[in-house]
C-alpha cells in the first residue's frame, strides 16, 4: 500500500467512525431505546455457544458481582458536559443513548492506570484480582481500532524487528538505548526531546512497520496502541506480558499463543528472534491464532450488543435497572 492510499485508509477509518456517530445523534432516543430491547430479544436465539461467548465476554469487561451505590457526584446523559477527550465522549454517549437518560454512572477517560473507589466506566485498567470497579468499555475507537489491511505474507516481510514511539516512560526508554543499535533491529525514539541523541529516529507509519517480520508492542501509560493492528497482520508480535487491559482484553492473551513473550528487561529479545527466524512455521501458528482472536472484535453488530450487555450490567448492579438474566449459563 503506497503512504498515499494508507493515509487516505486511515482517514476513511476515522471519519466511518465520526459519520456513524453524527448519523446516529439524529435517530431519535426512543428508537435507539427499542432497539436496545430488540437485540436483548435476539440474543435469546442465539446458539448456545454464542451465548456462552458473549457472556463471558459481558462479564469479564464488567466484573461487578454484587449491588453497589453510587456516589451523589455521578453523571447522567441528560446533564453530560462536553469534555475535551472528545472521541472518548462520543463513543460512551453513542452507547449511553439506548438507556433512559436520568441513569447515573462514573466514568474516567484517558489512559487510566489505577482501580477507581466506586464502579467506573473506563478506556483501560490494571489486570489484577481487584479491578472489578473499572467497568470497561470500547472508548477511543478511532486510535485504538484502526485495523489496516496486511498485504505482505509473513516471508515476504523484511527479517528484522521495528519498534517507533515516544519514550516517555523508563521501560521504554531503556529499551530503545539498549537495541537501537541491534543489528536485527529498526527501533527508535521518535520523540523531539530525542533529538541529537543516537536513539532518535523518524517517524514510521504503520504500513511501513508492516513491512517487518517481527514488531515490538512496549505499553506506554497503560496498554500499546499498536497492539491490535500488530496482532491483525502477518507480522510476528513480541512484548513483556501486558500490565493493563483494555476492551480488547490484552489479560486474556496468552505467551506463546497469541504472542511472542519477552523478560520484563527485554534480555532476551535476540534469542527470539533467533528462534523464530529458524522455526517460521511457530511464527505463522502464533500470528494464525493472534489473528483469529482480532477476528472476534471485527462483527460491529456484535460489538455493539456486548457494549450494551456491559452497561445493562452496570446499570443492574447500581439498582437503576432490573437485572438481565443473560443466556449461556451454566
Known sequence: MSPVTAKAHKNLHKVGIYSGHAAQRLVP????????????????????????????????????????????????????PRE????????????????PSHLRFCHLFGDVTDIPEVPTLVKSRPIADDNHNSVLLKLNRVRHYYLPRDRLSHEQKKPLAVWRGSCHQDHRRRFVETFHDHPRCNIADIHPNAAGKPWHGDFMSVDEQLQYRYI???????????????????????????????????????????????????SDL?????????????????????????????????????????????????????????????
Open 84 to 99: 475535551k477527550s472528545r472521541s472518548y465522549q462520543l463513543d460512551l454517549v453513542a452507547m449511553l443513548r439506548y438507556f
Open 216 to 266: 515490538i508492542s512496549l505499553e506506554g501509560k497503560d496498554v500499546a496502541t499498536n497492539l491490535k493492528w500488530i496482532m491483525a497482520s502477518n507480522s510476528l508480535c513480541l512484548m513483556r506480558r501486558p500490565r493493563f487491559e483494555t476492551w480488547f482484553m490484552e489479560g486474556r492473551l496468552e505467551p506463546g499463543v497469541h504472542y511472542v513473550p519477552l523478560k520484563d528487561d527485554y
Open 270 to 330: 535476540d534469542d527470539q528472534l533467533a528462534y523464530y527466524d529458524a522455526h517460521p512455521e511457530e511464527a505463522r501458528a502464533i500470528i494464525r491464532r493472534a489473528n483469529r482472536y482480532v477476528d472476534t472484535f471485527r462483527d460491529q453488530a456484535r460489538e455493539r450488543l456486548i457494549g450494551l450487555l456491559v452497561l445493562h450490567k452496570y446499570f443492574a448492579d447500581s439498582g437503576q435497572l432490573p437485572p438481565l438474566d443473560l443466556p449461556g449459563g451454566d
Open 29 to 80: 432516543a426512543a428508537w435507539l431505546r427499542h432497539q436496545r430491547e430488540r437485540l436483548l430479544r435476539q440474543l435469546q436465539t442465539l446458539p448456545r455457544a454464542e451465548q456462552n461467548a458473549i457472556r463471558q465476554r459481558v462479564h469479564y469487561c464488567n466484573r461487578l458481582s454484587a449491588p453497589t451505590t453510587l456516589p451523589p457526584t455521578t453523571s447522567s446523559l441528560a446533564d453530560f
